[in-house]
């Protein structure tokens, strides 16, 4: 099996829930995918382990498709694909990370949107509340 690389290059901050993404998105391109977060170069490396014609149709969607779960309108760029010669990544590890980064995500997000519905939650009683109040003034 080949081994490639690329970089993703993001116009803005990291993208945020990019490399869960891309780890899902080879199982349908048959590869073995790593990913790491360069944040000092607003990048992320994207390692990519199978056939040639495998590896080259997974770069062109990522190239062609905005893959990113966030979309800012600011767009992302790749560099071309190139022989990957340091050691090979752990995959086993790298996909029960992705597996987990999508967990936490998931519960994240879940939290904040358990936050926001106990604030709305409050503002909706006192909101009945007064609506109580002012129907006791007027009946009594």
């Known amino acids: 099996m080949l081994i490639k690389k690329f970089y993703i290059k993001g116009n803005g901050r990291v993208i945020n829930g990019l490399r869960p993404f891309l780890v899902r998105l080879g199982y349908i391109y048959e590869l073995k995918v790593a990913t790491r977060s360069l944040f000092e170069k607003n990048e992320v490396e994207v390692i ?34 190139e022989p990957y010669k340091e050691t090979e990544p752990d995959w086993s590890y790298q996909e029960s990370a992705s597996f987990m980064e999508l967990i936490y995500k998931g519960v994240e997000v879940l939290d904040r949107i358990k936050k926001k519905l106990d604030v709305l939650d409050d503002e909706l009683r006192k909101i009945s509340e007064k609506y109580r109040e002012s129907k006791k003034d007027v009946f009594g």
């Open 48 to 81: 990519v382990e199978g056939s040639e014609d495998n590896i080259k149709r997974f770069w062109e969607h990522v190239k062609k498709e905005d893959v990113r779960l966030v979309k800012n309108g600011k767009g992302h760029t790749l560099t071309e694909l």
